[in-house]
């Protein structure tokens, strides 16, 4: 068992940065491959990235492919998700979770369904 708290999320500019947070209690963080997603307004739950255990493999999503980077620092239980280069079309709530399974492949890691734990979300606003 882990609660999530996202913090970090506001309103930015098109072509800002921001850097969210995810917060983890417990002791067993390290344990958890963490991913974060997304959600607009009317439609689904969206993959965006992915981080290993440790740190060591990280997968993205397309659309923020060379804009996002996912970084945890298992010591602070904490996950990190940098976004630059923003767009309007970011707008969303951000959610991160935790995957205790750890699976390996991306057909299974980019889909919510296979991750176990979820926090509140934070939104991100991004204004033209």
């Known amino acids: 068992q882990v609660q999530l708290v996202e913090s970090g999320g506001g309103l930015v500019q098109a072509g800002g940065s921001l850097r969210l947070s995810c917060a983890a209690s417990?002791?067993?963080?390290?344990?958890?491959?963490m991913g974060w997603f997304r959600q607009a307004p009317g439609k689904e739950r969206d993959f965006l990235a992915r981080?290993?255990?440790?740190?060591?493999?990280?997968y993205y999503a397309d659309s923020v492919k060379g804009r996002f980077t996912i970084s945890r620092d298992n010591a602070k239980n904490t996950l990190y998700l940098q976004m630059g280069s923003l767009k309007p079309e970011d707008t969303a709530v951000y959610y991160c979770?935790?995957?205790?399974?750890?699976?390996?492949?991306?057909?299974?890691?980019?889909?919510?369904?296979?991750?176990?734990?979820w926090g509140q979300g934070t939104q991100v606003t991004v204004s033209s």
């Open positions: 417990g002791r067993t963080f390290s344990n958890y491959a």
């Open positions: 979770a935790a995957d205790p399974a750890g699976h390996s492949l991306s057909y299974y890691y980019t889909r919510p369904n296979n991750y176990d734990y």
């Open positions: 981080i290993s255990r440790s740190g060591g493999i990280t």
